[in-house]
């Protein structure tokens, strides 16, 4: 099983709301990630967990909170956005966040923000 | 960082085959080549990814030049499935870059039947 589940696959929420995204993967992968997509660009990382432990923050705004409960679950908590944050948000695991693996990615959600 | 660049669009025929390039002139010795693709309304892909020496998967193959300052990914046989975005991505050594993917613009490929 190489797959990533994303939840909610779609989401829209005004500025003052709080809501999480979710993400999960059954492949014992060590490492999670974080990366956010506007429309015709390319995929932008936001944050890296290694071992259940944040690695990297790529400079996130904190309206923008990542979790990690264990190692086959990772959050992204959301809360007082703006509309640009409105993106697709991309979750993907690797079996180890060294350069030579490779990272499997879910199908997004697609966040709207009003 | 070295940087990649890649052409913006490409067009192929079906069922001929596809050759992507990558420049990526100042790769240090310890730079990964990473592919990836993304089709439309998907998540990206892993393709396939080498160090020096040419690679072959079930995807696609990866020729890497001597020099390393450039990269080709061939799909042999294109099919309508693989129009999609494909980034060539250097994955550098040092500890600051461990778990980095940094998307560059990538290259367009159209499929023609």
């Known amino acids: 099983d190489t797959e990533v589940t994303q939840t909610p696959k779609h989401l829209v929420m005004g500025m003052t709301n709080k809501k999480s995204l979710k993400c999960e993967q059954h492949?014992?992968?060590?490492?999670m990630y974080w990366y956010k997509q506007k429309a015709k660009k390319p995929p932008e990382l936001m944050f890296v967990?290694?071992?259940?432990?944040?690695?990297i923050n790529e400079s996130v705004p904190s309206r923008f909170s990542p979790e990690c409960p264990n190692s086959s679950l990772l959050n992204l908590h959301l809360h007082a956005l703006q509309p640009e944050d409105s993106a697709l948000y991309l979750c993907?695991?690797?079996?180890?966040?060294?350069?030579?693996?490779?990272?499997?990615f879910g199908p997004g959600t697609r966040l709207t923000v009003t | 960082d070295a940087k990649t660049t890649q052409p913006n669009s490409m067009e192929s025929n079906e069922e001929e085959p596809v050759h992507l390039p990558c420049n990526h002139s100042?790769?240090?010795?310890?730079?990964?080549i990473h592919w990836y693709r993304q089709l439309p309304s998907q998540g990206p892909e892993y393709v396939i990814h080498?160090?020096?020496s040419n690679v072959n998967n079930r995807m696609a193959s990866l020729a890497i030049a001597e020099d390393r300052k450039s990269s080709t990914l061939i799909l042999h046989r294109a099919t309508l499935r693989d129009a999609a975005v494909y980034y060539c991505?250097?994955?550098?050594?040092?500890?600051?870059?461990?778990?980095?993917?940094?998307f560059g613009q990538g290259t367009t490929l159209q499929v023609k039947p």
């Open positions: 993907a695991s690797s079996q180890g966040d060294a350069r030579a693996y490779e990272q499997y």
């Open positions: 492949m014992g992968h060590r490492a």
């Open positions: 967990y290694s071992y259940e432990k944040l690695s």
């Open positions: 100042t790769i240090s010795g310890t730079d990964y």
């Open positions: 080498g160090l020096t």
């Open positions: 991505i250097l994955r550098p050594y040092g500890s600051s870059n461990t778990g980095k993917l940094i």
